[in-house]
């Protein structure tokens, strides 16, 4: 098992909330020699079928041997499997609702394992308090507890699309993230949505100020933008809506 070096911390919870102080409570005093980082908590609620895009990019240029621990889980206290992912030199503990399949889709090298264990004391409700964040401890402390293998055809989400026309995020500045690589379409490609056909700019300084385009964000994913606007408010989108992209076949 990888020696991981942090934790990084991907969840839906919000900004303001006290879930993720919890978590990030049990995890700084039971694990003091390892940074505990709140990468992402405002992913779309109850939507692992859209966050799933979003974390091949979203982790895609920073540093290996990280544990991350994933969870967006509209099924929590259901029938629903825990996961452990090892992916590309990382590991990832999660809901098995499609949250990692992507992740373990697009890997070079991967190995995907269920958690059988489960702890004395566990809510209905909280799972990432009281099984996610146990499990990922007792990992790190190099504990032993009961997995079984998986294959990547056994994970929910597994025969999802390669590529999403959906919005999958939008940022604070109303910028809206797509389930699309970037790399995957021409720049000559025009996006439809909200009623606008657009084309591609390579940068925001490229087109007057108030005109919405698409470019390939830093996560290298199609992102819909206003120059010095918000694109969410001018196109009247919201995260989850499709996309249509001219001559891109998306199945």
């Not at 505990?36 to 979203?58: C, K």
Request: with cysteine; aromatic share 8%; hydrophobic share 45%.
């Amino acid at each position: 098992m990888l020696d991981c070096k942090r934790i990084a911390l991907v969840t839906d919870f919000g900004i303001a909330s006290p879930y993720l102080g919890q978590i990030r409570l049990l995890l700084t005093t039971t694990l003091p020699s390892l940074p505990v980082i709140e990468l992402i908590s405002d992913l779309p609620p109850f939507r692992p079928d859209l966050a799933a895009y979003l974390l091949p990019g979203l982790i895609r240029d920073l540093p290996s041997s990280t544990l991350f621990l994933t969870v967006v889980d509209p099924g929590v206290g259901s029938e629903r499997r825990a996961l452990l992912l090892e992916a590309d030199g990382n590991l990832f503990i999660g809901p098995d609702n499609g949250l990692l399949a992507i992740i373990a889709r697009r890997a070079h090298q991967y190995r995907i394992w269920c958690l059988d264990w489960r702890p004395l004391r566990l809510s209905a409700t909280f799972h990432g308090r009281d099984l996610f964040a146990p499990a990922a401890i007792a990992l790190l402390r190099g504990e032993t507890l009961s997995w079984s293998s998986l294959t990547l055809e056994d994970l929910a989400g597994g025969a999802w699309l390669e590529e999403l026309p959906r919005i999958v995020y939008q940022d604070i500045y109303g910028n809206l993230m797509l389930g699309i690589r970037a790399e995957k379409i021409e720049p000559t490609a025009i996006i439809s949505l909200g009623g606008q056909a657009l084309s591609w700019a390579r940068t925001f300084s490229e087109v007057p100020a108030g005109q919405a385009f698409w470019y390939e964000n830093a996560f290298g994913l199609v992102e819909v933008a206003v120059n010095q606007g918000s694109a969410a408010q001018t196109l009247g989108l919201s995260v989850g809506q499709e996309v249509t992209l001219a001559g891109f076949p998306m199945a």
